[in-house]
Structures are given as C-alpha cells and as structure tokens.
C-alpha cells in the first residue's frame, strides 16, 4: 500500500476556489491510477476525479466537470484537485486513493473498491 497524505481543504464561499493536495510516502505512486472521492454527512463516498499514472487520461464525475481539475506530478510523488466555482453541495470531506492494480487507465467512473490506498481525507465546506 501507499501511504497518502491530503491537505489543502478548508472553508470557501460559493464561487470560490480551492486546491487539494495528495503526497504519498513510503512506497509511490509507481504507476498507479489515483483518484479523488469525497463524502458528505450521511451520504456514500462518491467519485470525484480520476488521473492515470501518465497523466494521458483523466475522467470526472458530472457533478463537477468543467470546474475541477486533477492532475499529478510524478516527480513531487503528488496529485491535485483544483476546485473552481465552488457550489454548497461541493461540501465534504475529500479522500484521494492509489489504485490497486498499475497502469489502469481513468477511462470511467471506477468503484471504491479498486482502491487499496486512502489518505485520512481533508475537510472542503462551502458556504453560501
């Protein structure tokens, strides 16, 4: 497993931006999708955004496409979120994951399940 690290969340009024951060340590990234997913009070962890190890493809949930968006630099062992026109429902505690396999692509939505690596998560709340 990868151990993750996210920080960068915090409180922002709609319209707003923030940027999150996920660094790994021990063992890296090496070749794995990473995605971020994120859960509301009283709700499922969904699907946020997904980037291969390349970097070649990336996949975004609807809900935010067009506003977030994800991307790593493999040499700071580091993935990110940008966050643009920040909406209330945006709110939630934020977690991104290292895939359990290499080299899958970010072709769809994919399930929790295909993540064995989860940082602690970092708070993201937007006001209105």
């Known amino acids: 497993q990868v151990q993750l690290v996210e920080s960068g969340g915090g409180l922002v009024q709609a319209g707003g931006s923030l940027r999150l951060s996920c660094a790994a340590s021990?063992?890296?990234?090496?070749?794995?999708?990473t995605a971020w997913f994120r859960q509301a009070p009283g709700k499922e962890r969904e699907f946020v955004a997904a980037?291969?190890?390349?970097?070649?493809?990336?996949y975004y949930a609807d809900s935010v496409k067009g506003r977030f968006t994800i991307s790593r630099d493999n040499s700071k062992n580091t993935v990110y979120l940008q966050m643009n026109s920040l909406k209330p429902e945006d709110t939630a505690v934020y977690y991104c994951?290292?895939?359990?396999?290499?080299?899958?692509?970010?072709?769809?939505?994919?399930?929790?399940?295909?993540?064995?690596?989860w940082g602690q998560g970092t708070q993201v709340t937007v006001s209105s």
């Open positions: 994951a290292a895939d359990r396999l290499k080299f899958r692509p970010a072709a769809a939505a994919p399930l929790v399940g295909e993540f064995d690596s």
């Open positions: 021990g063992r890296t990234f090496s070749g794995r999708r």
């Open positions: 980037i291969s190890w390349s970097s070649a493809s990336t």
